[in-house]
C-alpha cells in the first residue's frame, strides 16, 4: 500500500515537472529562435537542428515552424528563397529591424526575470 | 534524395493530411506550409533520417495544423466563427491586426488635431497681422505702409513654413518610431481577438 503511494507521487512529480518544463520551453523558444537567427540567416531545418544540439531547448520539430510563420506575419523576419541540393527551396529566414528591436527587448525582460528569481532565492527567509 | 516509394507515399499522405486540417487557412498561406514542411522532410533525410522518424517527430497532422492557426490566429482560436464564412473578412481582419500602414495612419489621425491646432494659428496670425498693416495703409495711403505689410506678410510666410515642416518632421519621426517599436497600442489592434498563450 505504501509503495503503491510513494510511486503514484512520484509519477505526479514527474508528469508536473516535464509539464513545467515543457511550458518554461516553449515560452523561451520565440527567444531561443530570434536569438539564433539573430547571429545570421538560417533556413527552417537548420533552425530545428541547432535547437535540437541543445537539450533544453530541443522543441518538437512541428513547433518551431508555426512560430517563425507568426514572427514573419509580424513583420519580425524576413525571408528569402535559395535552391537546395536535399529537394524544394530551402526558405532563408533574416531578422528586421522590427525583430532586432524584439530581440533587444524580450532579451533584457529575460534577464529581468533570471535576476529577480536569483534574488529571490538569495533573500534570507 | 534517398526517400523510398513507401516513404513517399506516407510523407504525401501526411502532407495532404496537413493541407486538409489546414482548410481554413488562406490558401497561400496554406501552400507556403507544405512546402516548409515537404523541405524540412527532405532536408532531414537527407541528413540521414527516415521519413517516419521525421513525420513521427512533426507530429499529428491535426495537432500541427492547430499550433498553425493557434500562431497565425485564425478565427477558430480567436472564437470569432463567422468569419470562417468568407476569407474575404479574415483578410480584412488579419491587415487590421497587422498593417504597420494602418499603424502609422492611426497615429497620424491622433496627432492631426494638435498639427491643425498649431497651423491654424500661423495662418491666422499671419494673415490677420497682413491684414491690419494693409487696411492701415490704404487708410493712411501710405506706401511704406503698403511696404510693411507686404513684408510681414512674405516674413510670416517662411516663419510658418518653416515651423511647420519642422512640425512635420518630427511628426513623421515619431510615428515611425512609435510603428516600429510598438510604443503605441492602438484600439484596433486589441480588438482583434488574441489567441490563448498557454
Known amino acids: 500500500m505504501a509503495s503503491a503511494i510513494r510511486s503514484d507521487e512520484r509519477a505526479v512529480r514527474e508528469a508536473s515537472s516535464d509539464d513545467w518544463l515543457s511550458q518554461v520551453r516553449r515560452g523561451v523558444l520565440e527567444l531561443a529562435i530570434l536569438t539564433l537567427i539573430g547571429r545570421g540567416e538560417m533556413y527552417g531545418y537548420e533552425i530545428v537542428s541547432t535547437l535540437a544540439e541543445h537539450q533544453q531547448l530541443a522543441a518538437p520539430e512541428g513547433t518551431v515552424y508555426p512560430i517563425l510563420r507568426r514572427l514573419k506575419g509580424d513583420g519580425m523576419l524576413s525571408t528569402r528563397s535559395a535552391p537546395s541540393e536535399a529537394g524544394p527551396p530551402r526558405q532563408y529566414y533574416a531578422l528586421t529591424e522590427r525583430g532586432r528591436l524584439r530581440l533587444r527587448e524580450r532579451s533584457r525582460e529575460w534577464t529581468k526575470l533570471i535576476d529577480a528569481l536569483n534574488r529571490l532565492s538569495e533573500r534570507p527567509t | 534524395m534517398m526517400m523510398t516509394v513507401v516513404g513517399e507515399d506516407?510523407?504525401?499522405?501526411?502532407?495532404?493530411?496537413?493541407?486538409?486540417?489546414?482548410?481554413?487557412?488562406?490558401?497561400?498561406?496554406?501552400?507556403?506550409?507544405?512546402?516548409?514542411?515537404?523541405?524540412?522532410?527532405?532536408?532531414?533525410?537527407?541528413?540521414?533520417?527516415?521519413?517516419?522518424?521525421?513525420?513521427?517527430?512533426?507530429?499529428?497532422?491535426?495537432?500541427?495544423?492547430?499550433?498553425?492557426?493557434?500562431?497565425?490566429?485564425?478565427?477558430?482560436?480567436?472564437?470569432?466563427?463567422?468569419?470562417?464564412?468568407?476569407?474575404?473578412?479574415?483578410?480584412?481582419?488579419?491587415?487590421?491586426?497587422?498593417?504597420?500602414?494602418?499603424?502609422?495612419?492611426?497615429?497620424?489621425?491622433?496627432?492631426?488635431?494638435?498639427?491643425?491646432?498649431?497651423?491654424?494659428?500661423?495662418?491666422?496670425?499671419?494673415?490677420?497681422?497682413?491684414?491690419?498693416?494693409?487696411?492701415?495703409?490704404?487708410?493712411?495711403?501710405?506706401?511704406?505702409?503698403?511696404?510693411?505689410?507686404?513684408?510681414?506678410?512674405?516674413?510670416?510666410?517662411?516663419?510658418?513654413?518653416?515651423?511647420?515642416?519642422?512640425?512635420?518632421?518630427?511628426?513623421?519621426?515619431?510615428?515611425?518610431?512609435?510603428?516600429?517599436?510598438?510604443?503605441?497600442?492602438?484600439?484596433?489592434?486589441?480588438?482583434?481577438?488574441?489567441?490563448?498563450?498557454?
Open chain 2, 10 to 198: 506516407r510523407v504525401s499522405a501526411y502532407l495532404d493530411a496537413v493541407s486538409d486540417a489546414l482548410r481554413r487557412v488562406d490558401p497561400k498561406a496554406r501552400a507556403e506550409i507544405i512546402g516548409e514542411l515537404s523541405n524540412h522532410i527532405a532536408e532531414s533525410e537527407a541528413a540521414g533520417r527516415s521519413a517516419h522518424d521525421v513525420i513521427d517527430g512533426l507530429g499529428d497532422p491535426a495537432d500541427l495544423a492547430a499550433m498553425y492557426e493557434r500562431e497565425l490566429r485564425t478565427p477558430a482560436q480567436a472564437g470569432w466563427k463567422y468569419i470562417h464564412v468568407d476569407s474575404y473578412f479574415l483578410r480584412v481582419g488579419r491587415w487590421l491586426a497587422h498593417s504597420r500602414r494602418l499603424r502609422e495612419l492611426q497615429i497620424m489621425a491622433l496627432l492631426a488635431l494638435p498639427l491643425l491646432v498649431i497651423v491654424g494659428t500661423i495662418v491666422s496670425a499671419g494673415v490677420g497681422v497682413v491684414v491690419f498693416f494693409a487696411e492701415m495703409a490704404d487708410r493712411e495711403n501710405s506706401e511704406a505702409l503698403g511696404l510693411l505689410a507686404f513684408a510681414v506678410g512674405f516674413v510670416t510666410l517662411i516663419v510658418g513654413s518653416v515651423l511647420i515642416a519642422r512640425v512635420w518632421r518630427s511628426m513623421t519621426r515619431l510615428i515611425r518610431r512609435a510603428s516600429e517599436g510598438k510604443a503605441i497600442q492602438l484600439t484596433v489592434i486589441h480588438a482583434w481577438p488574441q489567441p490563448p498563450r498557454d
